[in-house]
């Protein structure tokens, strides 16, 4: 396959493992540059050795909380810095606990709004900037079925990746003249740590 990346640029956020990591090996093997996140730094850098391993790319691995502002504000900087700016952006960062509707109270929601929400608003709003200075881009938000069709015990994911669901929608239409594209991608059943926790969970 020849999506001519060559040159390109990307951030992919939880990308130590599953399907951030998955993305961010698809990128590096198309010949993009890949910046990757996590907050697990021995994880992270231990992703970035087999990501240049397997595709001799250059990755660059910065460990960040891309819940705290400033973390987003800081991974666009020494990505820009590092590469010279920003052609891809992959929101992706797991997701937040399971349990019963009524069951969280407003910090659980609030942790769940800055964590799936607000994460991505952020970093869109760090990377879009870049990407209209370079001629366009493109922003996926990986979010999940749930999002689409909910699932009793995943109320704090499926409320805030509904938002998500919106608000790329409402910036695709802002962005698309600048040639920025917007996409939200809600996967199903994929074998990662997460759903093999939920699994065993019951």
């Known amino acids: 396959m020849n999506l001519d990346l ?3 640029v990307a951030i992919v956020g939880g990308a130590s493992q599953g399907i951030g ?6 990128l590096a093997r198309e010949g993009a540059a890949v910046a990757i996140t996590a907050r697990r730094e021995a994880e992270l850098h231990a992703a970035a050795e087999r990501l240049r391993a397997e595709t001799g790319a250059d990755v660059l691995p910065i460990q960040a909380d891309c819940r705290r502002p400033d973390d987003c504000a800081r991974v666009a900087e020494i990505v820009r810095r590092e590469f010279g700016g920003i052609d891809i952006l992959v929101n992706n960062d797991g997701a937040p ?6 069951s969280f109270d407003d910090t659980a929601w609030a942790k769940a709004i800055e964590q799936n929400l607000m994460y991505v608003v952020r970093m869109a709003r760090e990377a879009v900037p870049s990407m209209k200075e370079r001629g366009g881009g493109s922003i996926l938000n990986i979010t999940a079925i749930s999002a689409i ?8 994911s499926v409320a805030t990746w509904s938002g998500v669901i919106g608000y790329a929608k409402t910036l695709s239409l802002e962005v698309a003249a600048f040639g920025i594209n917007v996409n939200t991608i809600c996967p199903g ?10 699994f065993a969970a019951g």
């Open 189 to 198: 059943y994929i074998d990662t740590t997460r759903l093999q926790k939920v």
């Open 6 to 8: 060559e040159g390109k």
């Open 149 to 156: 069709q909910p699932i009793p015990g995943f109320a704090l």
């Open 21 to 26: 990591y998955g993305i961010a090996r698809a």
């Open 97 to 102: 606990p399971l349990g019963p509707v009524l």
